[in-house]
């Protein structure tokens, strides 16, 4: 099983629309949970966090967080053109597990059809 | 401000080439890395520095040399690389290492590397 895991897509959506990812990881005491987007040829841009179960909101976008079933997912309102991307899930694996920095998912690919 | 920055922008060496790479960032952030992605793949980590000392080595080769000249400035020094190094090189920074929980990891644009 891989640590980080998400869909890799291309989950495509209208403009207007919600865009849900979604992202499991496997390390039950992971505490920091980020998502970063990457649009092609360039670097990945952190755009979320999240320590704590439930929501958080900035702007069109909510992380929501469930430490009891490990998952983390992005939610996206009113999806622009401009959303297109890949977004990356990275989880900050617990001290015990003796990896010491972010475990990336492979990443879910976003198409916003105009 | 959450700038990291990265020098060249885009870099094209033969294999009996050596060039470094530079990634600068004046947050005070006291944990700096070093990332290879290609392309469709997520970024794997080839070292951190925390604290101006290297604290990760994900068992690159020694063609890969890391070098952390003070806590702004990290370096990556490059010797008779493969083609197979072609890559996008990213330099990241974050206010801690990554074994304290609730810190933030930012990116600097990256260094797009071509091995001829």
């Known amino acids: 099983q891989k640590e980080v895991e998400q869909n890799s897509g291309p989950l495509s959506v209208p403009e207007g629309a919600i865009a849900s990812l979604n992202c499991t990881y496997s390390d039950r005491g992971s505490q920091s949970f980020f998502w970063y987007r990457q649009y092609s040829g360039k670097s990945p841009e952190l755009i979320m966090s999240i320590y704590s179960n439930g929501d958080k909101e900035d702007g069109r976008f909510t992380a929501q967080l469930n430490k009891a079933s490990q998952y983390v997912s992005l939610l996206i309102r009113d999806s622009q053109p401009s959303d297109s991307a890949t977004y990356l899930c990275a989880v900050n694996p617990p001290r015990d597990t003796g990896r010491r920095a972010l475990t990336f998912g492979s990443g879910t690919r976003l198409q916003v059809q105009p | ?116």
């Open chain 2, 1 to 116: 401000d959450t700038e990291v920055t990265q020098t060249p922008k885009h870099l094209v060496m033969g294999m009996t080439n050596k060039k470094s790479l530079k990634c600068e960032q004046h947050m005070g952030h006291r944990a700096m890395y070093w990332y290879k992605q290609k392309a469709k793949k997520p970024p794997e980590l080839m070292f951190v520095y925390s604290y101006e000392k290297l604290s990760i080595n994900e068992s690159v080769p020694s063609r890969f040399s890391p070098e952390c000249p003070n806590s702004s400035l990290l370096n990556l020094h490059l010797h008779a690389l493969q083609p197979e190094d072609s890559a996008l090189y990213l330099c990241a920074s974050s206010p801690q290492p990554p074994w304290d929980i609730n810190y933030e990891q930012y990116f600097g644009p990256g260094t797009r590397l071509t091995v001829t």
